[in-house]
Structure formats: structure tokens, C-alpha cells
């Protein structure tokens, strides 16, 4: 069989080291792939391009599938996010994030049975990024929520968690203060529940949402919200979990699909060969179960499982000592 094309877009911070240690896993169990690699955030900055060049998104569309390290985006000033870039660019609409209790993991909700996906909408809401300086002392943003948007990612999650056996969707929002924009939502969501009589459609404001998820986590399925709520809630999701080493994501769109870790570039630790690369793994996991690739997928998720669980290459962020590189041939070693 010819190799597969698949887009691979390194980014900076510690996102070149944990996609030599993911490329490497996967070539290593045997996935036959031709992997086109793209540029997007620092390098690309200093050569004097945009945090997402336009020949990046341009390549990732054309190839169809990729896996994406993070990029670094400057706080309070300078560039535009490349991720928002990208998502926006090519309608990635829905950003798919699970959170699920893993072996081996010691934290304070080590004996919870978590199994939740996020599904986040990715291209609307504040991320819209139209802010502007009404008066020196007054700065504004305005929340974009669309009907079609609402509708489009509804329709997803309902439809994922009919294919993937789930039983309940939950929507999370803040309805009772944001009526038009978060109302809306509110109303596509239940729209879309009347074609899944099977599913348990609720609904729940986003404080309440945070609270139940750290004291009742288990009540919880499939959540589907807006983006910063999305943003915000999925963290929360792996730090249940065992933190961001651990949370993988896939964002979505019509045509092309680009699977990443949901943690950022974690400067504090970039360059050291020490950040986990679990969350990129799972990340490509997803990608293989999307290419079709579900064999191999199952075989490294079971071998992730069982490194984690015999406790003895896991990275600094688990409580180890293990490298990233130590992680890696460590997973190879459990898949052989
Ligand atoms: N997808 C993306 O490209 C993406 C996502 C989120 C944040 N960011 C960007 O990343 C930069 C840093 O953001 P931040 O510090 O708020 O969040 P972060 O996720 O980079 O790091 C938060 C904490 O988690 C730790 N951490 C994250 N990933 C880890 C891993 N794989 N292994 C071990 N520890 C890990 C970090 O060391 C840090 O202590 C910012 O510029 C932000 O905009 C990018």
C-alpha cells in the first residue's frame, strides 16, 4: 500500500520534541506514512512570515490530515494566535478534547472514573478577536455566536455520540446573562436534540458546569460548548486527569482535520528533552482512528496505557524521571 500524506506542522517551544518522539512511535509500529512538514510559529516568524503562513494552511487543506504542535502566541500584544489562524482558515469548527482517567496516575481524583469528551466550538465567539479602544479607559471585544455555527457543531456532537455509543450530551453555556449570543446556542442545541430522541440532552450553566465537574465528575458524558468556554472547561478536563501531558485534541472541519495536544508550548521547559509526549500520542491516535488506521491505533493506546501503568518511563510532569525520548521507546518497546 502507498504512503499516506500527512501534514506535519512541528511548531516551537517543546513542539518540535515531542513530534520527533510521536513521528518516531509511529514509524516504529508501523504506520506507513509520507509526512510533508510545514512551518508555523517562530520559525516562521523569524524569517519574517506570519505565526501561520498562508503556504501552511494552504498545504494542510490540500493534504487533508495533520498533526500540530503547539505555537507560542504572544500575551497582550503582538501577533495573532497561528492555531486561531489556522482554525478559522480552513472552518476546523469543531475541537474534539477527551479527558479520560488513565493507569498509573497519582492526583487527587486518581480514583474517579472519568471518561468525558469535550466538544468545543473552534472558529466563533470571542476568538473572533475583534477588540477595539472605545475610550483610553475602556477596551472592547465583541462575542460572535452564529445560528449556522450553533447548528453545525450541535449536529457533530450528536452525531458523535450516537457513533460512539455515548448515552448523554450536555450543553454549557451562560444563557442567563448572554441571552442573544449563548440563547442562541441554547436554542440550535435543543433544535438539534429533537433528531436524537435516544440521547439525554441537557443543558448547564458554565460555573455550575465547573463545579459539578470537580465534585461529580462521573455525572458527566459528552459536553458541548462555545469556544472560551470550551477553552477553559478542557483544561479543567485534564487537570481531573492528570494534567496537560495527558489531554489530546482533534479540531475538525468539513474536509481537512488537524490533531494536536490541547497544551500549549510550554516554554518552562522547552529545550530540555523532558516534556511529556503523551498528549501529541493520543493526538495522533485520534488521527489514526479518523485515517481509518484503527488496528494500530488500538495498539498504541493499549501501549501508552501500559507504560503509564507499570509507572516507570513516565515523564517528570507523571511524578517520573523519564525523558521524552525514554517515553517514546518505551511505548515502541510495549507495542512490539
Ligand atoms: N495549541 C496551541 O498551539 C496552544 C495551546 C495553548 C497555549 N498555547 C500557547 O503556549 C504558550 C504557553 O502557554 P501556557 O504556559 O499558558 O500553557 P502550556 O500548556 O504551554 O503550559 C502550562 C503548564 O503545563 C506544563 N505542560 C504543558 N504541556 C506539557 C507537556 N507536554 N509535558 C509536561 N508539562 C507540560 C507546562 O510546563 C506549564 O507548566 C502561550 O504562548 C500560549 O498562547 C498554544
Known amino acids: 500500500m502507498s504512503a499516506r500524506k500527512i501534514a506535519i506542522v512541528p511548531g516551537d517551544g517543546i513542539g518540535p520534541e515531542i513530534m520527533e518522539a510521536t513521528i518516531s512511535v509511529l514509524e516504529r509500529t508501523g504506520f506507513n506514512a509520507e509526512w ?61 478534547r477527551p479527558a479520560v482517567t488513565m493507569p498509573g496516575v497519582k492526583g487527587y481524583f486518581s480514583n474517579a472514573n472519568i471518561d468525558i469528551i469535550i466538544v468545543r466550538e473552534n472558529t466563533e465567539d470571542l476568538y473572533a478577536g475583534i477588540e ?22 450541535c449536529k457533530y456532537a450528536f452525531e458523535m455520540v450516537k457513533e460512539q455509543g455515548r448515552k448523554k450530551l450536555t450543553a454549557v453555556h451562560k444563557a442567563n446573562i448572554m441571552k442573544l449570543t449563548d440563547g442562541m446556542f441554547l436554542e440550535e442545541f435543543y433544535k438539534a436534540a429533537k433528531d436524537y430522541p435516544d440521547i439525554e440532552a441537557e443543558d448547564i450553566i458554565v460555573d455550575n458546569c465547573c463545579m459539578q465537574l470537580v465534585t461529580r465528575p462521573e455525572r458527566f458524558d459528552v459536553l458541548v460548548t462555545e469556544n472560551l468556554y470550551g477553552d477553559i472547561v478542557s483544561d479543567l478536563c485534564a487537570g481531573l486527569v492528570g494534567g496537560l501531558g495527558l489531554a489530546p485534541g482533534a479540531n475538525i472541519g468539513e474536509k481537512c482535520a488537524v490533531f ?19 498528549a501529541l500520542m493520543f493526538s495522533a491516535i485520534m488521527m489514526l482512528h479518523h485515517v481509518g488506521e484503527h488496528q494500530l491505533a488500538e495498539k498504541l493506546h493499549t ?12 515523564t517528570r510532569d507523571l511524578g517520573g524521571t523519564a525523558t521524552t525520548k525514554d517515553f517514546a521507546d518505551a511505548v515502541v518497546a510495549a507495542a512490539s
Do not use: W
Open 132 to 153: 477595539y479602544q472605545a475610550h483610553p479607559d475602556v477596551a472592547q471585544a465583541i462575542k460572535v455566536i452564529t445560528r449556522p455555527g450553533c447548528a453545525r457543531l
Open 36 to 96: 510533508i512538514r510545514l512551518e508555523a510559529g517562530a520559525e516562521s516568524l523569524e524569517k519574517g512570515k506570519p505565526a501561520m503562513p498562508e503556504e501552511t494552511v494552504k498545504a494542510i487543506g490540500e493534504i487533508g490530515t495533520a498533526l500540530k504542535g503547539p505555537t507560542t502566541t504572544p500575551i497582550g500584544k503582538g501577533h495573532v494566535s497561528a492555531n486561531v489562524t489556522l482554525r478559522k482558515a480552513l472552518e476546523l469548527f469543531a475541537n474534539v
Open 303 to 314: 501501549a501508552i496505557l501500559a507504560v503509564m501503568k507499570e509507572g516507570k518511563n513516565v
Open 260 to 278: 494536536e495536544a490541547v497544551h500549549g508550548s510550554a516554554p518552562d521547559i522547552a529545550g530540555k528533552g523532558i516534556a511529556n509526549p503523551a
